[in-house]
């Protein structure tokens, strides 16, 4: 199955900093998520996007779904420690009850003091 | 307190058994996916369910089996048949709307298999 390329796969950033990763398609999607995962646990949706173009916040976070349908960027404003874990974005083409995810690899944010 | 439950959270079998992980949801969602997480890696999906007794296979069904009897209950069962089993087990379940484009998944704590 396909995964979805995201980058950077890793960061090291300082408190305060802010920080950019995308994720891109060689399909188009109608949807786009964005998730956050702390080690041993599940992910939990950061943001859901649903219209090329559109941008969304959710306190310092901010997404935006790309106008070609094809990618999808994540921005973390001011981080703080308890940003450190791993990013997830998914795309999303089917409608109704149980349209397939499809994920990208992954962008782990590493926040120092 | 509505949410998705997986047990347990550690596992560990010898080779050549099979295993079931389990995975309950009281939010009322009518499908429910099974994950797959290898190290460094992202999600792959296994299986999933739409609607109670239907299923589909996902990108990795190889060496796994599911049940959906009850709407709450998606057990996945880890066959002698897996070539690699060990990994980190994910459960999701979505909103039912059927006349939305809106689906958000949302998961469980995971089961992390370990067979020795």
């Known amino acids: 199955g396909q995964q979805l390329n995201q980058s950077p796969q890793s960061m090291f950033i300082q408190e305060g900093e802010d920080v950019s990763m995308n994720c891109t398609s060689s399909s188009i999607f109608n949807t786009w998520l964005w998730y956050k995962q702390d080690p041993g646990e599940g992910p939990v949706l950061l943001i859901a996007l649903y219209k090329a173009g559109e941008l969304t916040s959710n306190g310092r976070l901010t997404a935006q779904f790309g106008i070609t349908r094809k990618d999808s960027f994540l921005n973390i404003s001011a981080s703080i420690p308890s940003d450190v874990g791993i990013y997830f974005c998914a795309g999303q083409l089917g409608t109704g009850t149980a349209s397939k995810l499809t994920f990208g690899t992954g962008t782990r944010l590493q926040v120092t003091l | 307190d509505g949410g998705i439950t997986q047990s347990p959270k550690y596992l560990f079998r010898k080779e050549g058994q099979n295993v079931t992980l389990s995975c309950e949801q009281n939010l009322n969602h009518d499908a429910m996916y099974w994950y797959r997480q290898d190290p460094g890696q992202g999600l792959r999906l296994i299986y999933y369910?739409?609607?109670?007794?239907?299923?589909q296979k996902g990108d990795i069904a190889e060496g796994y089996s599911v049940s959906r009897e009850k709407k709450e209950s998606f057990p996945l069962t880890v066959t002698s048949a897996q070539k690699n089993p060990t990994a980190f087990y994910l459960c999701a379940s979505s909103i039912p709307k059927p006349l939305s484009y809106k689906n958000e998944q949302f998961f469980g704590p995971g089961t992390r298999l370990t067979v020795l």
């Open positions: 369910s739409q609607i109670v007794n239907d299923f």
